[in-house]
């Protein structure tokens, strides 16, 4: 019941939102945070539930609906999924409470957020393939709205773009889903029989038509380059908070889609096709690099790391999958830090980008060079950008670097100059993140910034949750860890 | 248990800030900081004594571990011996804007460092290693007013981690061949790749230790306080580099291109600082050439394989280096300049200038000072290479008594000349302090000439020491002398003291070879342009995809408005259009990219912005249209899957 529960209770209170009209600005914002502490707990108990020497899917809730067809209700986490979700809640619950300007029209905001919150989760929890699908796309929905409804600049343009470019994707995916089940013999959507019967197995041509619709689909969400273009303009003219769900939770759906289905249902195919994933995310890491190191609008220049670190996701999980047997401690390294690395993203880029929401808030302006020398007025600003810009830049201690050393401990075990060369991105994205934070807190204070308030209760308490976070992961990653080995055990070498 | 070394000074550090900060007693600050760290050293000789471990594990292959070994306990000793008077002294002297940041900072580097030294793995390393690097950004952009300043921090962080990226490959690589990260395995490696984990971790011990040709940075990190420079050049950071191959030189014997590399590259670095050092006219970064070279000469021992005389070296280089450090400091402050025509005109008392004179005079490597003996070794070592070496290293020294002599020299001689500044007299005695103990300290290093003292002290680190020929001390105790005249008489002479250029060989030293300037012309720029120009045309891509995707849109709009045409219909034909679309849109940006480059944005987004217009009108309408072509593609699968059920 705890998974359903946390899919039905934002869910509830967004229509709650939506169907009652006297909320108060301040109201619909309690109600939007205490409904998605809701989810958080839930998360939580599951976490405390889950045994890390226990089956695969763990928590299983299960109704049948059409049984003939396969269809069913079927919610169920893994410790990637476990993971993954988890880290879900909590930006959720960090986003609902971090002060934005939702200009007189709160209630449909917060409805919004929640309703967001409950098909993100169930793209984590879903253990059916169609249910997946289904929040996979109800996600693109809520996501518009938000961008179109309350961002900035071109808001509808960019919400346009970001939607028909990833539904343009999820088209793909959806093809590739019923490749999949037609496939299945008796039919089935349900994810634990279709990793255990790997239904296209041996099948030749078709097999390489799905996979490549489903890599399609899901490099599209993640994105690598040269899938990419939507990102950017979604992330700079959406509302931070909305900014930081999209790079946070939705982004990781890719490459979550990619551990869950290809990797773990076309183990074979997937193999083949590693070597040209890996290869792409590898363009993505230097290419992601160089082009954020080419702006001059902090949050495009945060918006083109995440290419960069979704780039070292997809590495990891390419580089687990290339191979069906042998070198199992490396693969096992690679997809965990696959797996780290999109909780410590989802943490990491999450508060930068609620920063950026900071600095719109405070100066109406993203382009770094109008400010400098915030050292001054506002410290704690100053020390929590830099916190995050150093997680990101994969600083140990923190929680990026222990995904990027897995990533690429693991990858050199099985492509080793592929690892070596996405070295390189680690000295570009530090290049990148320092220019920025230079030009932001040092040197002189220009006349117009010497009142800028700090960061205010709300903002440095959810900051400081999440960055706290990003910390003790960073110091002691075996509370993430051995959650995750239960999977990667299963997904490596159960094969 | 051993994790209390690493972790008590960072988590005192954290509290002294919280307690502290906004104190306004520099003596109760350096008090408290002082005794924090001495606190440390305490933990660190009972440590030792009652035989702490630490490990932690990470996952089912990786676990972090540390212990101590004789040259590390060696080491872990010195690193609070001299940060404690560094530490005083940056609460005694350093501005009060922000100095609980800086006391912050500087003893939590102390438990970084100590990670560094105790490390028993790889991994436990890397952490520790490149958590020093962010904080001496942080330490040397402390005044972060300058803008500088924080470019100058960068400069230091960027080209350490480019030399980190080396010992991250060396850690893949012990990895790969191992599944694990300890140091007690790594001579299990096969020949290649020990080959290659030394080039990574030679790479990575020479740009943290300031070696050719990454040495530059130091010159970067001369723009953080004086305090700051003290503790990065004397204990930490710098001297992570040495530690390091000091303690995996034994593993990495077998390497045959490694002493050879070590050694050239020492040397040059020994000779290029030296010279850096006897041109420069700014007083802090004559100590920054020195240290390179310093450093230098004890890369030039690990390669001539005796890494025991380098740690010597180390320890006191450390002690020495720091009081110069801290006496550039004051004279900095109080003559409002680092050039040394500018301090020279500047009265210092009897006490700071003899206390500094000692130091400075232990640089020289003058017998019967420690660091002679030390250095001695260095040349005794090279000597077994070949004589030369010997000659070229004893050369090194002579050049490091000609810096040593003009920058002592400056804050001596020149009475004449020298004016009261009455804005100084606030110090009080107190304050000069931990520049006294250091240089007892250094004093006490004498002792290491004694036969017995130094061969116990071999004993005990399980280590032998070179001979020392007669004929080559004779040249270095003549070097030396050279060196201490020839430096007196730069001083005296005046000319080429003062003001920034006097002869273009000197600049050229000055600016250390232009070293700097040839990476940001080889490296920097060219990135950046690179960056500049990718950004553009992904931007020029974003534009080509608004088009492509409005353009789909549109399609599936009229796709839509046909929506009462039978799915079955629909669906191959909407494929087929599909596929057009997307050629004549891929093929449309290909000729746009080869050929309208100029004049392509503005026309660009001006097309975009009308079909996006035209899309925005009705978009719940496409909405439902592509929810459309979904249920039709769902039903379709329904259907086709009750046949296949019922064929079954």
């Known amino acids: ?495 | 248990m051993l994790w209390l070394i690493p972790l008590f000074p960072i988590v005192a550090a954290l509290l002294l800030y919280h307690f502290r900060a906004r104190s306004r007693s520099r003596l109760a600050m350096a008090c408290s900081a002082t005794a924090v760290v001495l606190i440390e050293l305490a933990l660190v000789w009972f440590a030792e004594a009652s035989g702490w471990k630490g490990a932690l594990g990470w996952n089912s292959h990786l676990a972090l571990t540390i212990d101590f070994t004789p040259d590390t306990f060696l080491a872990a000793l010195m690193v609070p011996v001299v940060a404690a008077p560094i530490v005083f002294f940056a609460a005694a002297h350093e501005e009060a804007a922000r100095l609980g940041r800086l006391i912050t900072l500087l003893v939590g580097f102390v438990g970084v460092m100590q990670l560094i030294i105790l490390a028993r793995d790889l991994l436990s390393l890397l952490i520790a290693w490149e958590i020093a690097g962010a904080l001496s950004w942080l330490l040397i952009g402390h005044r972060f007013q300058d803008a500088e300043r924080g470019r100058h921090a960068s400069q230091a962080f960027l080209t350490t981690r480019a030399g980190d990226l080396g010992l991250y490959l060396a850690t893949f690589i012990a990895f790969q061949q191992n599944g694990n990260l300890a140091y007690a395995d790594l001579d299990q490696m096969s020949p290649l790749a020990t080959s290659l984990f030394a080039a990574g971790v030679t790479l990575a011990a020479f740009s943290k230790s300031a070696q050719l040709p990454f040495s530059p940075w130091l010159f970067a990190a001369m723009f953080g306080p004086a305090s700051v420079s003290a503790l990065l050049h004397a204990a930490t950071m710098v001297a992570a580099g040495v530690v390091l191959l000091v303690q995996l030189q034994p593993m990495l014997a077998d390497v045959s291109w490694l002493g050879p590399v070590l050694i050239s590259t020492g040397l040059a670095t020994a000779l290029a600082g030296g010279l850096v050092a006897a041109a420069s006219p700014h007083a802090k970064r004559l100590l920054a050439g020195s240290t390179s070279a310093h450093y230098g000469l004890m890369f030039v021992a690990i390669g001539a394989g005796y890494p025991a005389v380098a740690l010597l070296h180390f320890a006191l280089h450390a002690l020495m280096k720091a009081p110069l450090f801290m006496m550039a400091g004051i004279a900095g402050h109080r003559a409002d300049s680092y050039n040394l025509s500018q301090i020279a005109r500047i009265q210092f008392p009897a006490g700071l200038k003899y206390s500094s004179a000692i130091a400075a005079l232990a640089l020289a490597g003058l017998f019967p000072l420690g660091a002679a003996w030390t250095k001695e070794g260095v040349v005794s070592a090279a000597g077994l290479v070949t004589p030369w070496l010997a000659v070229a290293v004893a050369f090194a020294g002579g050049l490091s008594a000609l810096y040593s002599a003009r920058f002592q020299c400056s804050t001596f001689f020149r009475h004449s000349a020298k004016q009261q500044n009455d804005a100084q007299t606030s110090e009080s005695g107190w304050q000069h302090a931990p520049l006294y103990v250091l240089t007892a300290l250094v004093l006490l290093g004498s002792v290491l000439w004694l036969p017995a003292v130094h061969s116990g002290l071999g004993q005990w680190l399980g280590a032998a020491y070179p001979d020392t020929e007669l004929w080559e001390f004779a040249i270095s105790l003549a070097l030396v002398l050279l060196g201490l005249f020839l430096g007196y008489r730069m001083v005296a002479r005046g000319p080429g003291q003062g003001e920034r250029t006097t002869s273009p060989a000197r600049n050229v030293l000055a600016q250390w070879f232009f070293l700097p300037h040839l990476a940001q012309r080889l490296i920097v720029i060219p990135v950046d342009a690179l960056s500049q120009r990718l950004a553009a045309l992904d931007d020029k891509v974003v534009d080509a995809g608004i088009r492509a995707s409005a353009r789909f849109a549109l399609w599936l709009a009229s796709v839509g408005d046909r929506s009462g045409e039978w799915a079955f219909d629909l669906l191959p034909r909407g494929f087929a259009r599909l596929g057009h679309a997307l050629a004549a849109a891929s093929s449309r940006f290909m000729e746009w990219l080869s050929d309208q480059l100029p004049e392509a944005p503005a026309r660009l987004s001006g097309l975009a912005g009308q079909q996006v217009r035209r899309l925005q009108s009705g978009m719940l309408h496409h909405y439902y249209s592509l929810m459309a072509v979904g249920v039709g593609v769902f039903v379709l699968t329904l259907i086709l899957a009750a046949v296949k059920g019922g064929l079954s």
Do not use: C
């Open chain 1, 1 to 495: 019941m705890i998974l359903t529960a946390a899919l039905a209770v934002p869910l509830l209170g967004a229509v709650a939102l939506a169907f009652w009209r006297g909320w108060s600005q301040s109201a619909a914002r309690l109600w939007a945070i205490g409904i998605s502490v809701i989810p958080l707990v839930a998360m939580a108990v599951a976490w405390w539930r889950f045994d890390t020497s226990g089956t695969m899917f763990q928590l299983v809730e299960e109704v049948e609906w059409v049984p003939s067809l396969g269809m069913g209700f079927r919610l169920g986490v893994d410790g990637i999924a476990l993971a993954v979700a988890a880290m879900s809640a909590l930006l959720f619950t960090g986003a609902a409470a971090y002060p934005v300007d939702t200009r007189g029209s709160a209630r449909q905001y917060y409805a919004w957020i929640l309703f967001l919150e409950a098909a993100s989760l169930g793209v984590f929890l879903a253990l059916d393939l169609l249910l997946f699908y289904v929040f996979f796309d109800l996600t693109l929905v809520a996501m518009y709205f938000l961008i179109a409804g309350w961002g900035h600049g071109k808001p509808q343009r960019a919400a346009l773009k970001f939607f028909i470019y990833t539904l343009f994707g999820s088209l793909f995916l959806l093809l590739a889903i019923l490749g999949l089940y037609l496939a299945t013999d008796p039919l089935t959507f349900d994810m634990r029989e279709l990793i255990a019967r790997q239904p296209l197995a041996g099948a030749g041509a078709i097999a390489n038509v799905v996979m490549a619709a489903f890599l399609l689909g899901f490099i599209i969400k993640t994105p690598l380059a040269p899938f990419h273009t939507w990102l950017p303009s979604a992330h700079v003219d959406a509302p931070a908070p909305a900014s930081a769900i999209l790079a946070g939770v939705l982004l990781k759906m890719g490459t979550y889609g990619l551990i869950r289905i290809p990797y773990s249902m076309m183990a074979d195919t997937f193999a083949e096709w590693a070597l040209p994933l890996a290869v792409l995310a590898l363009i993505s890491i230097i290419y992601g690099s160089l082009v954020a190191l080419g702006q001059k609008d902090i949050k495009r220049r945060i918006a083109y790391t995440s290419i960069n670190h979704m780039g070292y996701a997809v590495l990891g999980i390419a580089a687990a999958g290339a191979l069906l047997t042998g070198s199992e401690a490396a693969r096992s390294m690679a997809l965990t830090g696959a797996t780290i690395e999109m909780v410590a993203h989802g943490l990491i880029t999450g508060s930068l980008f609620l920063i950026t929401g900071s600095f719109w808030q405070r100066g109406e302006t993203y382009d770094f060079a109008a400010y400098g020398g915030l050292s001054a007025p506002t410290p704690k600003l100053a020390a929590l950008t830099t916190l995050a810009a150093f997680a990101s830049l994969g600083l140990p201690g923190l929680a990026g670097f222990v995904a990027e050393f897995h990533i690429l401990v693991g990858t050199f075990g099985v492509y080793p100059w592929l690892a070596a060369i996405a070295l390189l991105g680690l000295l570009i994205t530090a290049a990148l993140f320092l220019r920025m934070l230079q030009s932001l807190f040092f040197g002189q204070l220009p006349e117009r910034w010497k009142s800028m308030p700090d960061l205010n209760a709300a903002e440095f308490s959810v900051l400081g949750i999440l960055l706290l976070l990003v910390v003790v992961i960073g110091v002691y990653p075996a509370v993430l860890i051995d959650l995750i080995e239960t999977s990667t055990g299963w997904l490596v070498g159960g094969q």
